[in-house]
């Protein structure tokens, strides 16, 4: 029975490696300036290479060419109290599979082992999902779902949806393309949404940001 449990293990252990190794880091050919002015990313994997991906200034807004996932801040973009936050993302190429991106709020201690944030994704199937990050642990608050607020990609692999935060003194309303996607209670785990406003976006992706705001 033993010999089982252990071959079985090998096999999942052997199959999650495969796995990985079919989807690796993608480098992107990096800028002269990886990072625009004001601004900060921290990788998920410690033992990823920035020089892999692409964080820009582009138009009127950012893009983000990645190979490993990551979350991009500036503290400019720090509230408190009541408050909105907009981003608009565009999914400019079809990637391997469904990667998300989005929007992380009330960040705190970003640079540190004890980062901790909230963060609203979605992805070119159509998905969202709403986690909560604190050190090296997520907690999930709302699972893969689908919601038709989350714009599905086309034939060329192009999505683009807003997301909108509203912040007030009985909780936080997600949106997503002007739809009400979910409503987070002032509780538990978001009962303190003060702190920085940022973007995450998953590995492998070649995305466009507009109209990144945060307001009072």
Known sequence: MMKHALFALALFAGTAGAQASNDPDVASAQGKDPVPAG???????PTASKAALRFVNMGPGLHV???PAAIYWN??????????????YTQMKKPTHAEAFGIIWAAKALDGDAQDYMYFIVRGDGKYMIKHRAGAETHEIAPWTEH??????????KAKTTLRLEVSATGT???ANGQLIREL????????TDGIVGLRVNHNLDVHVDGFAVKK
């Open 39 to 45: 601004w900060s990313m921290r990788l998920d994997r």
């Open 65 to 67: 060419t990645s190979g």
């Open 75 to 88: 503290p400019a973009n720090t509230a408190a109290g009541n408050f909105t936050a907009e981003v608009t």
């Open 148 to 157: 038709a607020g989350v714009a599905k990609e086309d034939a060329a692999g």
């Open 173 to 175: 309303k997600l949106f």
């Open 185 to 192: 209670p002032r509780s538990g785990m978001t009962a303190s």
